[in-house]
T-cell receptor
Framework: EAGVTQSPTHLIKTRGQQATLRCSPI?????VYWYQQALGLGLQFLLW???????NRGNFPPRFSGRQFPNYSSELNVNALELEDSALYLC??????????????FGPGTRLLVL | GQSLEQPSEVTAVEGAIVQINCTYQ??????LSWYQQHDGGAPTFLSY????GLEETGRFSSFLSRSDSYGYLLLQELQMKDSASYFC????????????FGTGTRLTVIP
């Protein structure tokens, strides 16, 4: 079974540009999560999509946005890039079956560098 | 809101046992999970505690005390490959699956 895939693996942009990151979840998973991990730091929750709807977003400015497509893949868009946006962006997917916590399966990440 | 506290670094000897603690504050508790992340790699799920007590999976065990808002990850028979960062995570008020991660504990295993 294929795992979570992300593209591109690396992305270099300059300040003010826009970045688009993509994620394909494990087959059968309807939920996709996005996290930002700055160098040497923990995972900061960005966005959660399930069944095509945004379920929650973390404490990030509106220039971080995304969407989930009918095939459950997802896109993260970062507008007006700033230097501090340089980080590893991780995507995870999971099932949603009830009230208990489901395992999240992470992709390898996209390393974004803003110059 | 949520807050999680973990030690930032732990060093242990190969073959030994190490315990990584996690204390949390959260509005609405939906269980405590542990994830491992090697340098340059993606986080991978290790263990989950929804109820009080000990969960054992091979060399790894995880414990939860909801009354104390406390949990720990226990790694036995440490191997060099266990050198990694370990994150505890709780669900937030949105629900069980909206995870809030701690800042992570970097474990270094030495010969």
């Amino acid at each position: 079974e294929a795992g979570v895939t992300q593209s591109p693996t690396h992305l270099i942009k300059t300040r003010g540009q826009q970045a688009t990151l993509r994620c394909s979840p494990i087959s059968g998973h309807t939920s996709v999560y996005w996290y930002q991990q700055a160098l040497g730091l923990g995972l900061q929750f960005l966005l959660w999509y399930d069944e095509g709807e945004e379920r929650n977003r973390g404490n990030f400015p509106p220039r971080f946005s995304g969407r989930q497509f009918p095939n459950y893949s997802s896109e993260l868009n970062v507008n007006a890039l700033e230097l501090e946006d340089s980080a590893l962006y991780l995507c995870a997917s999971s099932l949603i079956r009830g009230g208990s916590q489901e395992t999240q399966y992470f992709g390898p990440g996209t390393r974004l560098l803003v110059l | 809101g949520q807050s999680l506290e973990q030690p930032s670094e732990v060093t242990a000897v190969e073959g030994a046992i190490v315990q990584i603690n996690c204390t949390y504050q959260t509005s609405g508790f939906y269980g405590l999970s542990w994830y491992q992340q090697h340098d340059g790699g993606a986080p991978t799920f290790l263990s989950y505690n929804g109820l009080d007590g000990l969960e054992e999976t091979g060399r790894f065990s995880s414990f939860l005390s909801r009354s104390d808002s406390y949990g720990y990850l226990l790694l036995q028979e440490l191997q060099m490959k266990d050198s990694a960062s370990y994150f505890c995570a709780v669900g937030d008020q949105t629900g069980a699956n909206n995870l809030f991660f701690g800042t992570g504990t970097r474990l270094t295993v030495i010969p």
